[in-house]
């Protein structure tokens, strides 16, 4: 009889389990924002080391050719005591044992495999195989089937996923009889058996009541279990995070949830330093939780604002400065421009700003950091200013998901899709300022990177203006518009710098162009560069080894589109203005009344910051008084043949 019993134990095994490792639930798409996508592996056995296996994720669009575009190595890693293993996003609870960013899950037509294997086997773009394949599922989110797929992967069916927002489904695995397993669509259930039964887990979630604190404030961190425990359950958190340590915060994380009871508390109390540190981000984390209890969530961010951060002597673009940053341009840096005009005029400034020799071209990754300093907020250094919302935002809230809300990114002022470059794989590296491309004019794809025409913005912004040329696109409502020569400046740089890119009158459709440059134009000519312009252009100066030199000269652009098209540009033309350029103005914000420090007569135009005349002054040394309603005005200021234009507000 014992003989039997183990003859049939043997039988059901073998027939059950013909691999190692299958796929026991999937769901690749929480609808709407992608959010909690997880797939769930089983091991024969509990506790199961994975090492050498691991997953790889392939493409079945018509761009994706059945090929694999994400492949996760599974070593290191060990099934729990269900023989569970979960890979997810942070949306996922109970928490995944491998975490994964959101939304990188295809939808469908597409397909998943285990595979015995080295990652190396699977560089990106390599074709769907059945080569040491231990398990796979073919899915969709009610696609037509794909047929190529199925047969590469060796499946039959493919299944689809039929979430919805109110009434989210993954693919679940159930073994219905000795021989037979099959798979439908539940609510997800991960970390646990599809069909309720094995071990019971008890989840521990992390919760505090804000998410952003100053420093030298308290805030509370509430443990809770899902069951009552029954016996004391000790376990530790921790805080740290990259610079933030126990140096930052006291308050205690050793912890217990009494017997009977299923919650605890901890206060935290954050040190209130004297160090600039920048805003820092808490993390939140279980670091020795033992089965049966796992994570619920994990990884909680809690912002911490340091009070410490400094300010620029210079002011925003909402509240203008001039002169006070110089530029570190060489002394002959536009020389070679003397004497010329026109076509000869602009092939001279292009061989300037794209010298294969000097130049250097950097990763779209090494952006961001030339943003977080050349877009600083000159009000409080642990925020960038973004360009067309004229505000401060913390410098870690950069967006690194589909979520862009209250996120900065990197804006194009030439957008890619018109301007024909885009990303490649190196792009994806943050190497530093010491490793560069060698580039010129004819390298186009280094647009993409080009920190001139990249500014810190808004995500949701960002998006809002998608491709549209400037004229059709005049920034949110309600702004000053401080952005506008700025953006004017960085696209006509990009004509000059880039062979293939022109800024022309309109709004057209071909790849190269982006209009309108009448409104660019205007643009340049009623917002002037000011500090803020001059240091951005100082500091990618010192990574990419050239210049916007319509910040540094902004009356070329006259010579190359404007007025002056045909003249011969002398260096030496433009000292006047440069000697307007240390005209000094104050108070600004003003009540009305502008003091001037100026040794000669100057003429005063105020316009508003359309363009519009709105009053003038004659032979001004001293003050005047503005009776204007309360916003942004421009001042023109003439002296003998030179002009300048300043900003100021009026409160």
């Given at each position: 009889?014992?003989s039997l019993l183990f003859f049939t134990l043997i039988v059901f095994t073998t027939l059950a389990w013909s691999q190692v490792l299958v796929i026991n639930e999937f769901d690749p798409d929480s609808p709407s924002t992608d959010t909690a996508e997880f797939i769930e592996i089983k091991s024969e056995i509990p506790n199961f080391s994975t090492d050498g296996y691991i997953l790889v994720f392939f493409n079945g669009s018509s761009n994706g050719a059945d090929s694999s575009y994400l492949v996760i190595d599974l070593s290191g890693y060990i099934t729990d005591n269900n023989g569970l293993l979960v890979i997810g996003s942070e949306g996922v609870s109970p928490f995944p044992q491998i975490l994964i960013s959101e939304n ?548």
């Amino acid at each position: 009889m014992k003989s039997l019993l183990f003859f049939t134990l043997i039988v059901f095994t073998t027939l059950a389990w013909s691999q190692v490792l299958v796929i026991n639930e999937f769901d690749p798409d929480s609808p709407s924002t992608d959010t909690a996508e997880f797939i769930e592996i089983k091991s024969e056995i509990p506790n199961f080391s994975t090492d050498g296996y691991i997953l790889v994720f392939f493409n079945g669009s018509s761009n994706g050719a059945d090929s694999s575009y994400l492949v996760i190595d599974l070593s290191g890693y060990i099934t729990d005591n269900n023989g569970l293993l979960v890979i997810g996003s942070e949306g996922v609870s109970p928490f995944p044992q491998i975490l994964i960013s959101e939304n990188v899950i295809q939808n469908g037509a597409d397909a998943v495999g285990i595979y015995e294997a080295s990652v190396n086997d699977f560089p990106e773009g390599t074709l769907a195989t059945q080569t040491n394949l231990i398990d796979a599922l073919v899915y969709g989110t009610n696609d037509a089937e794909d047929t190529m797929l199925l047969s590469l992967m060796g499946e039959t069916i493919q299944y689809n996923d039929n979430g919805t927002n109110a009434n989210p489904r993954s693919i679940q695995r159930f073994v219905d009889t000795m021989d037979n397993e099959t798979f439908t669509t539940a609510t997800p259930t991960p970390r646990r058996e599809n069909d309720g039964s094995g071990i019971a887990i008890n989840p521990i979630s992390i919760s505090v009541t804000e998410i952003l604190y100053d420093e030298g404030s308290s805030f509370n961190v509430v443990l809770t279990s899902e069951s009552i425990v029954t016996s004391d359950l000790n376990f530790t958190i921790s805080l740290n995070n990259f610079g933030f340590n126990a140096a930052d915060f006291t308050g205690n994380t050793s912890l217990t949830i009494s017997n009977g009871s299923n919650t605890t508390s901890t206060t935290i109390n954050l040190v209130d330093d004297a160090e600039d540190e920048g805003d820092e981000v808490i993390q939140l984390q279980f670091t020795d939780l033992v089965e049966p209890f796992v994570p619920s969530n994990n990884f909680v961010e809690v912002r911490v604002v340091d009070n410490d951060f400094t300010m620029a002597p210079w002011g925003t673009p909402i509240n203008p400065t001039v002169g006070i940053v110089q530029s570190t341009q060489p002394n002959d840096y536009y020389n070679s421009l003397n004497g010329l005009a026109a076509a000869d005029l602009r092939q001279a400034l292009q061989d300037i700003v794209a010298d294969p020799v000097t130049v250097r071209a950097q990763t779209y990754a090494d952006v961001i950091d030339i943003l977080l300093e050349a877009d600083q907020n000159p009000e409080n250094s642990n925020q960038v200013w973004l360009v067309y919302k004229e505000e401060g935002r913390p410098k870690l809230d950069l967006q690194t998901s589909s979520d862009n809300s209250g996120k900065w990114n990197r804006e194009h002022t030439f957008p890619r899709s018109r301007g024909g470059f885009n990303d490649i794989e190196e792009d994806e590296i943050a190497d530093g300022i010491e490793v560069f491309w060698t580039t010129e004019a004819d390298s186009l794809r280094h647009g993409n990177s080009d920190a001139h025409a990249l500014r810190a913005a808004d995500a949701a912004e960002n998006s809002s203006r998608g491709n549209q040329h400037y004229g059709q696109y005049v920034g949110p409502n309600g702004t000053l518009g401080s952005f506008r020569g700025d953006v004017a400046r960085s696209v006509l740089y990009m004509e000059i710098r880039y062979n293939g890119l022109e800024v022309v009158n309109g709004f057209p459709n071909t790849t190269g162009q982006l209009g309108d440059l009448e409104t660019l134009l205007d643009w340049h000519r009623n917002d002037p560069p000011d500090d803020f312009e001059m240091n951005r252009n100082n500091v990618i100066y010192n990574w990419q080894f050239n210049r916007n030199p319509f910040i540094d000269e902004p009356l070329l652009v006259e010579y190359i589109w404007g007025n002056n098209v045909g003249e011969v540009w002398d260096q030496s033309l433009n000292l006047n203005e440069s000697e307007l350029q240390h005209i000094s103005i104050h108070p600004n914000p003003t009540a009305g009344k502008l003091y001037f420090k100026t040794s000669d007569l100057v003429n005063i135009e105020v316009l508003s910051i359309e363009g519009k005349a709105l009053k003038r002054y004659y032979n001004v040394q001293g003050y005047i008084d503005i009776d204007l309603a309360s916003g942004l005005y421009l001042l023109k200021i003439t002296q003998k043949n030179a002009a300048v234009f300043r900003k100021v507000v009026i409160n």
